[in-house]
């Protein structure tokens, strides 16, 4: 996984959760794999629950599936935007159903790195893009001399450590899970425009196969290069 600036993650992240207003979907997922939960190292000479950033940093990177729902808010000069989803991750393989103005998609990424847009009878291979299926332990490959943490706080009965990032003048907040090393919280201002991802109901351990395999008898379908239509300009 290639090295991203943690603010373009959040971005990438809220653009997924965005791509609901591209399509619709009616198909109802099978529940997720068993729940197995990694535990953080205790920091030594801390308090019960306590772990070090390197311990938190270990646990996400640990978890190599996972469930967990997403709801992204990005407020602006131009309103309010909200859009939830359920996402899936099973090494590089990752699902992700989301919703945005009652409008509802499944975007699935197979084994192969082939990302496909699922309607009801279609799906639509569009290009992948390693910014926009970033997991939540993504925060993990970062570099560790730019975070600080901050403060304790307990979101959702969980216990967690709080942390800044500085990159570039701009400062993340985020609410780490002090068990499993994952973010329930993130907090990001950038361009105007200040997003709050908030991530639930985290399963860890492996997850089911055929939740990124395509539905049987959908029509497969390449996205069309917009860049040769008349009138869009020419690199």
Sequence with gaps: MQKKSL???ILAMFLVAGLGMAGCSKEKTAS?????????????GGEKGDASLEDLMKSAKNIKGMSYDMVTTM????GTHTSSGKIWISGEKVRIESETAGMKSIMITDNKGDMYMVTDKTAMKIPAADDQTEPANAWADEELDKMKVVGKEKIDGHNCTVVEVTEEGNVTKMWLRQDIGMPVKIESKADNATIVIENKNFKTGAQPDSLFELPAGVQV????DF??????PQP
């Design 221 to 224: 379908m390449e996205m069309p």
């Design 75 to 78: 407020t602006s000069p131009e």
């Design 227 to 232: 860049s040769q239509m008349p009138g869009v």
């Design 7 to 9: 603010v373009l993650i």
């Design 32 to 44: 997720p794999g068993g729940e197995s939960q990694p535990t953080a190292t205790q920091k030594a």
